[in-house]
């Protein structure tokens, strides 16, 4: 037994001895490779995720031809990627004034530049928060050797905001051209040269009528070079509200829906696109196709779209710009020639988003992303859709036609809507309006439906004399309304689910008598 023993301790010893070696071999091996290869540069800053997350600038290789070396796909896709990290490090270092992965993405000459401005911007408490939207490299040069690279880079719009002392300067927003010199260093590309060449100003893009089937003449919208009265509703499907494109989309239902909507004597509906939901810059193709199975149904039923972006989108940064571009041109380049959209409206009531956001900054992220959708899309008409009529005069000269919601006092809104009219030589479309018919514990005193059905009956005779634009809130009912869509007030929320012509258990209410005129 005894021997038997010190065999089996003889074996343990043994076998820790070779699995110690084997582990010290194994920690040795990798020491070694990682002081052989270096630390990849976006792994140790975590800019990897932070650009996907941050600055996606459109890019566009204006010309590849090269007298030399032929330049090989993945090396453009390796110079591309560095580039656009060392402008991403470039606003960040000038945004925090701090060096932190300068040295990374620029050679020894072209950083000094950089650390003299954050030197200079340090000593004088100011910083400079901007992004680049769209770049053009040509390229002009590539060495035989592939490790040295010269390209100008044209038209490349920029916007700026300089601030001292915390307080905005200035903003600047420019078209200019850089000549760029790369060099390929331990396996990285940085920029050896960067000259700023010309500064040109951005014109916006118009729309082309020719292929327009909605365009507009003076106040009227035409359809077809005919005028067009909208005559519309906000549409959710009963049982998804706020979530139309999940799990419970069907298109029996939305199709059943649109048919009534039709016979009512509509012709238009607006939709909602959640930011979000379709997965912002990364589109869910799977929320692509669903939206243009709805937007067939529209056509197939004869109503025009108002497509709302951006729902449910609250941060207008600059750092966010880029994200929210190639969001918009995804969804907007893939339907820009669907017959059934007549606008694409850019944001609901972003107004409301003054106070928490800043009116300079939300208005600053209208103003540059709506000529980029008009480039993307000149066949149809934009609009913004404004919490109220005060504010629906603001950025009027960059949209189609001016949209605002009202859900004020029924006797003032003759004289609001006269006042919004004689601003603008353009047209104008109350967008949403109604009133809830809740009147349980939370509203005991509030309009019943019977009330409801009163309020629309009069704002239909003002549509009907005026001959106005409308599309009300909303079709249904709805049983629950999620807290993240109007918070967690039951008042606020209860009201929030009774504004429909029809209740959640699919019966038409007395207000449906006045759905159009």
């Known amino acids: 037994m005894q021997i038997n023993n010190k065999n089996i301790y003889r074996i343990l010893l043994l076998t820790s001895f070779i699995g110690l070696n084997i582990a010290l071999l194994f920690g040795i091996s990798n020491v070694l490779g990682y002081l052989n290869t270096g630390a990849e540069r976006t792994s140790m800053l975590h800019l990897e995720r932070e650009t996907i997350n941050t600055y996606l600038p459109k890019v566009h290789w204006t010309s590849l031809e090269n007298p030399g070396r032929k330049m090989e796909k993945q090396t453009l896709e390796e110079i591309e990627n560095d580039y656009l990290f060392a402008w991403h490090i470039k606003n960040r270092a000038l945004k925090t004034n701090n060096k932190e992965g300068v040295a990374d993405f620029y050679t020894d000459s072209s950083r000094v530049a950089i650390y003299n401005i954050i030197k200079y911007n340090k000593k004088h408490k100011t910083t ?67 000259k700023r060449m010309e500064k040109k100003n951005v014109s916006n893009d118009t729309i082309n009528t020719s292929t327009s089937i909605y365009t507009v003449m003076g106040k009227k919208i035409l359809k077809k070079n005919k005028p067009f009265t909208i005559k519309g509703i906000n549409y959710y499907p009963k049982n998804s509200p706020w979530d139309m494109y999940g799990d419970n989309f069907n298109t029996d239902t939305i199709a059943n829906d649109f048919d009534i909507i039709k016979k009512s004597g509509l012709n238009t509906i607006r939709i909602f696109v959640p930011y979000e939901d379709f997965g912002k810059a990364d589109i869910d193709t799977t929320k692509i196709e669903k939206l243009r199975k709805v937007l067939d149904l529209a056509e197939t039923k004869k109503l025009a779209t108002v497509v709302t972006l951006f729902d449910f989108y609250g941060d207008y940064s600059v750092n966010d710009w880029t994200l929210t571009h190639r969001h918009a041109e995804k969804i907007v380049t893939t339907f820009k020639n669907h017959p059934a959209i007549l606008a694409w409206d850019i944001k609901n009531e972003p107004d409301l988003d003054f106070k928490s956001r800043g009116k300079e900054q939300v208005t ?9 959708i008009k480039q993307w899309d000149p066949n149809h008409l934009v609009t913004i859709g404004w919490s109220n009529t005060d504010d629906a005069i603001h950025l009027i000269e960059l949209v189609d036609f001016i949209s605002y919601h009202y859900y004020q006092n029924i006797k003032h809104f003759t004289d609001k809507q006269n006042v919004l009219q004689n601003a603008t030589k353009k047209p104008v479309v109350l967008q949403e309006f109604g009133v809830s018919s809740y009147t349980g514990f939370w509203n005991w005193f509030g309009n019943d439906e019977d009330d409801q059905a009163e309020f629309h009956k009069k ?16 079709l249904y009912d709805f049983e629950s309304v999620p807290s993240a869509v109007v918070g967690k007030k039951p008042w606020v929320r209860n009201k929030q689910k009774a504004f429909g012509f029809i209740d959640d258990k699919g019966n038409k209410k007395p207000s449906y008598l006045y759905i159009s005129y």
Do not use: C
């Not at 400079?128 to 010269?150: K, M, N, R």
């Not at 600053?364 to 980029?372: C, F, G, K, S």
């Open 128 to 194: 400079i928060e901007s992004t680049s939207i769209v770049h053009h490299p040509e390229l002009e040069f590539y060495s035989a050797d592939g490790q040295l690279i010269v390209f100008t880079d044209k038209n490349v719009i920029e916007y700026q905001k300089t601030f001292q002392d915390e307080k905005l300067v200035t903003i600047v927003k420019d078209t200019a051209t850089y000549k760029i010199l790369m060099l390929l260093e331990d396996g990285f590309w940085r920029i050896r040269h960067m």
């Open 364 to 372: 600053a992220w209208l103003e540059n992303i709506i000529p980029l």
């Open 459 to 474: 704002m239909q005779a003002v549509f009907k004399e005026k001959q106005l634009a409308f599309i009300s809130w909303t």
